[in-house]
């Protein structure tokens, strides 16, 4: 056992030191990149060729429509793959089949695998390109009925995008990653669209111009569910941090949800015509009724009834989603890392506890901008850690986050900046514990690696309940 656990730890390192090889910007080098990452496929026997895959990309919501997709259809009877990123803890949760991780074996299986055909061939692709191979040889060997393929950045010249797939679908667009993606909207939902291939449906979640505009000019076959469901209602169970939704259909119609663009929300709901769904979300926030809205429309096109996609939703546990790590004192853990998924953080908890109960720790990429994202946290009256990722990929130590802030002008007084993660959460807990203190609630958010970090320091969840 400990020989296999040195063989992977060894393998994963190799290909983690891989992340930022050969960064692509201009289009020609993404075009040439795609070239070479179509002749691996073919070199490797191009697996799941031939394999129904909904392919999901999306600024923000892509994790929680494929595990949503994921367990309706596991429920539904069918064995299901699903490929997502970043990790939180091991790799291995980055490659599912039937719910269950990848092995270590098989993890140095297929990555040497790739590795092999890479230096046969002298060629050269990052970490991301590489997990998505063995992922599809994986699959390939499992061979399971339906795949859910989450894109790793963009969608167009993604490593991901190289597959054939039945179902395209985009959660939403917003300013992410904009060095790499386009400083506007419309290019950013340009890269998006570029999973919708030979003008196959594409599904959408998002009443947005730039993303409608960019789906039509690769399709003349989609759906926008927030218009298809427009009479739907999204209402937070604040004790249990669930999410109730609610859709309507009408009785009379073949097609789910036919209800007429122009109808009001209050002619839909007197309708008696119209039927009412209520479906429960154990993920806490009113956003995530458009990813499920999502899974829901897939789930409906394979003929999948409503009890059974409430049971699939019943399964569902997700990391870093609202996740409420401990309730005494109350921590929630939360990946947002960007301006749109920052201010969805900041409606969640509004449902929940006053602007000056809540306590933030928190550290982001160097990649990201920084000086947006505090913005959306400074207007709020939050106590603030910084604290250090800099064992990461793109990661900052606390005092190069206060520099940032202060060259853009943003105002550090009120703000503690404390490199060590678990240093902060413990004082973060001491002022909750304060006699007649105000604090209510920790925030840990900012990354998928702030999270990994602060679980690999604190322990599981469930010591702390």
Do not use: W
Request: with cysteine.
């Amino acid at each position: 056992m400990k020989k296999d656990k040195t063989k992977i730890n060894e393998i994963l390192e190799k290909i983690f030191n891989m992340r930022t090889i050969n960064k692509r910007i201009t289009k020609k080098s993404l075009n040439q990149n795609n070239e070479k990452l179509k002749k691996i496929y073919e070199l490797l026997g191009k697996p799941c060729e031939n394999k129904k895959i909904i392919h999901i990309a999306g600024t923000n919501g892509k994790g929680s429509t494929a595990t949503f997709l994921e367990n309706i259809f596991f429920a539904a009877g069918y064995s299901v793959a699903k490929f997502t990123s970043p990790h939180i803890l091991r790799f291995n949760e980055r490659i599912l089949v039937n719910k269950e991780m990848i092995s270590d074996e098989d993890v140095v299986k297929y990555c040497e695998a790739v590795m092999n055909v890479l230096e046969e061939n002298g060629l050269q692709i990052n970490f991301f390109e590489i997990a998505t191979f063995v992922a599809l040889l994986y699959f390939k060997e499992k061979n399971p009925d339906f795949i859910f393929l989450e894109t790793g950045l963009g969608g167009r010249y993604d490593a991901t995008n190289i597959v054939k797939s039945t179902i395209a679908a985009i959660t939403n667009v917003s300013f992410d990653h904009v060095a790499l993606l386009g400083n506007s909207l419309y290019e950013i939902a340009d890269r998006k669209a570029g999973i919708i291939k030979n003008r196959q449906l594409c599904i959408y979640a998002q009443n947005l111009a730039e993303l409608e505009e960019a789906v039509k000019r690769e399709t003349d076959n989609s759906v926008n569910v927030l218009e298809k469901y427009k009479g739907f209602q999204a209402e937070l169970d604040n004790q249990n941090y669930k999410t109730i939704v609610k859709i309507v259909e009408n009785k009379n119609s073949k097609e789910s949800g036919n209800i007429k663009k122009s109808e009001n929300i209050e002619k839909i709901n007197n309708n008696k015509n119209n039927l009412k769904k209520t479906f429960i979300l154990p993920l806490f926030g009113k956003f995530q009724a458009n990813n499920f809205l999502i899974a829901y429309e897939i789930a409906k096109i394979y003929g999948i009834g409503d009890e059974i996609i409430q049971k699939g939703l019943d399964e569902i546990s997700l990391a870093g989603r609202f996740e409420i790590f401990s309730k005494n004192p109350a921590t929630i853990l939360d990946v947002a890392h960007n301006d749109d998924s920052v201010k969805v953080l900041t409606e969640n908890l509004n449902e929940l506890f006053k602007d000056d109960e809540v306590i933030f720790i928190l550290s982001i990429l160097g990649t990201k901008n920084i000086a947006n994202i505090f913005e959306k946290i400074l207007e709020k009256n939050y106590k603030i850690f910084i604290t250090s990722l800099k064992d990461v990929t793109y990661g900052l130590f606390a005092n190069e986050i206060k520099k940032n802030l202060e060259n853009a002008n943003i105002l550090t007084n009120n703000i503690i900046f404390e490199d060590n993660i678990l240093d902060a959460y413990n004082q973060a807990k001491e002022m909750i514990l304060e006699k007649n203190s105000r604090y209510k609630a920790i925030v840990v958010c900012g990354s998928f690696y702030e999270i990994a970090k602060f679980k690999k320091l604190c322990g599981k969840r469930d010591e702390y309940f």
